[in-house]
């Protein structure tokens, strides 16, 4: 009988253990794109030009608060890492954010193409690019087969021929040719 009851005793514990892993992990994911976007602003602001009139230059003041909010990212995600520990589960966590990448593997590979195509975009012109990437990601959502081939094509084709006229025409607006098509 107490067999029982100290099992279940230590499931009821080790449930809450996990929830706070699992949200300490969120927080240390968190702190790390924080800390590492703040990184990269301090950098980018450390570039503004600087004036006769200013001896420390425009960057400075932007430089030290995305600074200050790196180290404080840095002393947070520090802080996770040790509760992360302290609850014990690292095990269990890694095998949970597993299964939640698996799940999720389309949005993350909708991601990638999204950063492929912003790459591709000044070299292959607009049009070009935005069919490559409309057909490919409706493909990856709606799966291949006749039907879906024959709608992705017709989409792609609206949404980027289309609206490449429908600005280049009615609003005098040229959307970039790219590299290929600047001759």
């Not at 503004?48 to 030290?64: I, K, M, N, V, Y």
């Not at 017709?154 to 025409?169: M, R």
Request: one cysteine or more.
């Amino acid at each position: 009988m107490t067999n029982g009851a100290e099992k279940s005793a230590a499931a009821g514990a080790s449930a809450p253990a996990a929830s706070r892993a699992r949200t300490e992990f969120a927080r240390l994911v968190s702190y790390i794109v924080f800390g590492t976007g703040s990184v990269y602003l301090s950098l980018r602001a450390g570039e503004l030009p600087t004036s006769r009139w200013e001896p420390l230059g425009a960057g400075s003041f932007p430089q030290l608060v995305f600074g200050v909010l790196a180290g404080l990212c840095l002393i947070a995600a520090i802080r996770a890492i040790i509760d992360i520990r302290k609850a014990g589960q690292l095990d269990a966590l890694g095998e949970a954010l597993c299964s939640w990448v698996k799940v999720r593997r389309i949005s993350f590979a909708l991601f990638g193409l999204l950063v492929v195509y912003l790459g591709a975009l000044p070299f292959a012109g607009f049009s070009l690019a935005t069919f490559v990437f409309l057909l490919i990601s409706q493909l990856m959502i709606a799966g291949i087969s006749k039907k879906t081939v024959i709608q992705s094509v017709i989409a792609a084709l609206i949404f980027s021929v289309g609206l490449n006229l429908l600005f280049a025409e009615v609003f005098n607006v040229f959307l970039p040719r790219g590299m290929l098509f600047a001759g």
